[in-house]
């Protein structure tokens, strides 16, 4: 049987109270080309081991003393959230065949061993369970692709109304205040008419990345297409704290840039606003923002506004 590299590589934990029992297998392991072995006699150890190592496949024997593989099954489940026991239960006894594959083991082997039949099991659980994990993988790289702007890897409007919901939920149920500085590019265009589309598609980028360096690793910056960006602070002890995050980014966009051997100059206005003050929801804290981002516009750019107070607000519209 041809296998793959990366099968041999698959990490295998060998779990059985008999010594013999435990060398016999890893020597048909290795003479295959294993070289990722590990065991352990005392079924007690498998869950730590296996939620420190996440194995790729492991061989249970079923009938072992203080724990039994029936109970060794129940706990990795614990661990493998997505219902996925990488796991080959060892027995001498037939009727445990079906009632460890109802428990959620995948395969079984035999007592006494058959080389043949162990390594074609092994082999064909390791060739699933790596299948799997790639499917896995990629499909968290598609949700991934799904949250987040193709451009510059900001989150996107669906990330975005997901994160100032919870940014939301947290302040409400904690009594706390949250904020959002919603940010526009002064004079973007001209950079794109005079150096390309291109050239402003590498400062979009080169923004995002300075926007990112000035918040915490629990904020949100977002883009929302063309050269708005939208930052959420999840949690801000007040107004002056949001406003000094906005003053943050506003001097680090402002910073010069060299882009395809072009010395490049752009600012930044920004629109502050805080929940609950200028809103109790997020279309209502993001429309506060862009009124007071079209404030900091109107006076001359690269500055910021803080939003009106909602029912101040509402006075003046009346």
């Known amino acids: 049987m041809k296998i793959s590299p990366d099968i041999l590589l698959g990490k295998i934990l060998i779990v059985d109270d008999q010594e013999v029992n435990v060398l016999l297998l890893n020597h048909m392991l290795r003479g295959a080309?294993?070289?990722?072995?590990?065991?352990?006699?005392?079924?007690?150890?498998v869950y730590e081991l296996h939620r420190k190592n996440n194995y790729d496949l492991i061989l249970l024997d079923l009938q072992m003393p203080g724990m039994d593989g029936f109970q060794v099954l129940?706990?990795?489940?614990?661990?493998?959230?997505?219902?996925?026991?990488?796991?080959?239960?060892?027995?001498a006894q037939p009727r445990h065949?079906?009632?460890?594959?109802?428990?959620?083991?995948?395969?079984?082997?035999?007592?006494?061993?058959?080389?043949?039949?162990?390594?074609?099991?092994v082999h064909n659980m390791l060739e699933v369970r790596l299948l799997h994990e790639a499917a896995r993988n990629h499909g968290k790289a598609l949700e991934s692709l799904a949250l987040k702007d193709m451009l510059t890897g900001l989150a996107n409007r669906w990330l975005l109304a997901?994160?100032?919901?919870?940014?939301?939920?947290?302040?409400?149920?904690?009594?706390?205040?949250?904020a959002v500085v919603y940010l526009?590019?002064?004079?973007?265009?001209?950079?794109?008419?005079?150096?390309?589309?291109?050239?402003?598609?590498?400062?979009?980028?080169?923004?995002?990345?300075?926007l990112v360096e000035k918040v915490r690793e629990e904020d949100t910056v977002a883009r929302l297409g063309g050269d708005e960006?939208?930052?959420?602070?999840?949690?801000?002890?007040?107004?002056?704290?949001?406003?000094?995050?906005?003053?943050?980014?506003?001097?680090?966009?402002s910073q010069p840039y060299v882009i395809e051997g072009h010395p490049v100059s752009i600012t930044t206005s920004a629109g502050v606003s805080i929940y609950p003050d200028h809103g109790e929801d997020a279309d209502a804290l993001m429309k506060?923002?862009?009124?007071?981002?079209?404030?900091?516009?109107?006076?001359?750019?690269?500055?910021?506004?803080?939003?009106?107070?909602?029912?101040?607000?509402?006075?003046?519209?009346s």
């Open 229 to 253: 960006f939208i930052i959420v602070l999840w949690q801000v002890s007040g107004i002056d704290e949001a406003t000094m995050v906005a003053l943050k980014v506003i001097e680090a966009v």
């Open 33 to 45: 080309g294993y070289v990722s072995i590990m065991s352990t006699m005392d079924p007690g150890e």
């Open 162 to 178: 997901d994160r100032m919901s919870m940014a939301i939920a947290h302040a409400c149920r904690n009594k706390s205040i949250m």
């Open 184 to 210: 526009d590019l002064d004079g973007f265009k001209q950079i794109n008419d005079t150096l390309g589309h291109g050239a402003g598609d590498v400062l979009l980028k080169m923004v995002a990345g300075r």
């Open 74 to 91: 129940e706990r990795l489940k614990e661990i493998e959230l997505g219902g996925y026991l990488p796991v080959i239960v060892i027995t």
């Open 288 to 317: 506060s923002a862009d009124l007071a981002l079209y404030e900091a516009k109107r006076a001359g750019k690269n500055a910021y506004r803080i939003a009106v107070r909602a029912e101040l607000s509402a006075v003046v519209r």
């Open 97 to 121: 065949k079906l009632r460890a594959l109802q428990a959620g083991a995948k395969d079984f082997i035999s007592k006494p061993f058959e080389m043949a039949e162990v390594l074609a099991r």
